[in-house]
């Protein structure tokens, strides 16, 4: 049974950069399409940035395009999150979630879930 453990959170200013991981253990991430998620106080959960189980193409929401960037290494099973040029409305818990050979990671059927990240950018 696959399970993800996210890091990397914290505090950063305006314009800092964090990178959050997503460990999987339990098996392997071949096949399984990635998605890092946020929900931010009062918010409901938004879909950021995702990796899709075939081909690995990534894909992102329009708000965090050209700053975050989603990326995997195989050997580590790991999902990586680099934000740059972060924003105080970036803060939220983020997290990351798996489901297993679907046509496209934009899907809303992710059944498999990390705890979560908390990620606070202020001044």
């Known amino acids: 049974q696959l399970q993800l453990v996210e890091s990397g959170g914290g505090s950063v200013q305006p314009g800092g950069s964090l990178r959050l991981s997503c460990a999987a253990s339990?098996?392997?991430?071949?096949?399984?399409?990635i998605a890092w998620f946020r929900r931010a106080p009062g918010k409901e959960r938004e879909g950021l940035s995702c990796l899709d189980s075939m081909d690995g193409s990534p894909y992102y929401v329009d708000s965090v395009k050209g700053r975050f960037t989603i990326s995997r290494d195989n050997a580590k099973n790991t999902v990586y999150l680099q934000m740059n040029s972060l924003k105080p409305e970036d803060t939220a818990v983020y997290y990351c979630a798996a489901v297993y050979l679907v046509p496209q990671c934009y899907t809303p059927n992710y059944d498999i879930w990390g705890q979560g990240t908390q990620v606070t950018v202020s001044s």
């Open positions: 339990g098996s392997t991430l071949d096949y399984y399409a």
